[in-house]
């Protein structure tokens, strides 16, 4: 995901185009792109979860994400929109019933990707766990391939860490642990920064550096804010937020 990293390559892509567009005063997103983050080690990155003390559920809410249907936000920057979407749906995976959120994303007004994610939290810690997504990419209007998708039980695909309920500094987690497809992990470089947005300015935000496994050369960077979640991602900022009507 944007938010649970699967559109690394198209974002870099996307970015190149956007850098050369760019004025020459330096931008919010500009100083992210650039910030001289110490290097990620292959090791110490955790990809083993304890669910025994948990009582998983598909609604809830940590300091930085909000898994209620209904909410959504939406990212802008460039010729490209993201929004992502709290559904009413639920879906069982690896026996798990998980919430499905979507995430559509738009590239000059035309639809490039659609996937579902599928999350439930942890009612006693407040961890958000990440089980899975289908994934839809297009190109002229018609489905092109699924790539990136994958459910935790399948393949030897397992259950990710999507966003701790309690972060601190230098937490390195996998998000994403499905072998030979996605590889996603989240370093928290820091929690105090303040963010300024088309939404709104933000204090006390979570900053992370996300890439994958089978390209640690990738990094991209992404801000969050309490009582909201994603408000950056790259040169993508927060247009708005909140909740909607059900359809």
Known sequence: MNIFSNKTATLMMGIGF???GCANSPTQADIILNDPNPNQSDSEWQEEFDFSNCTLS??????Y??????????????NEVLAITVLDDTIEIDG???RVVEEREWRNEELIEV????FAICEETKDIYYYGEDVDMYSGGEIASH???WRAGVDHARVGLLMPGTAVVDMKYYQEIAPGVAM????VLNLDQEFSTPAGDFSNTLKTQEGTALNPL????KTYAPGIGLIQDQRLLLAKYGFIDSE
């Open 18 to 20: 956007l850098l050369s």
């Open 58 to 63: 598909t609604k809830g809410t940590n300091d």
């Open 65 to 78: 994400f909000i898994l209620e249907p209904g909410f959504q936000f939406v990212l802008e920057g460039g």
């Open 96 to 98: 798990i019933l998980t």
């Open 115 to 118: 996937s579902r994610n599928f």
């Open 147 to 149: 790539s990136g998708a």
């Open 184 to 187: 996603a992990r989240a370093e």
């Open 218 to 221: 990738e990094k991209e960077f």
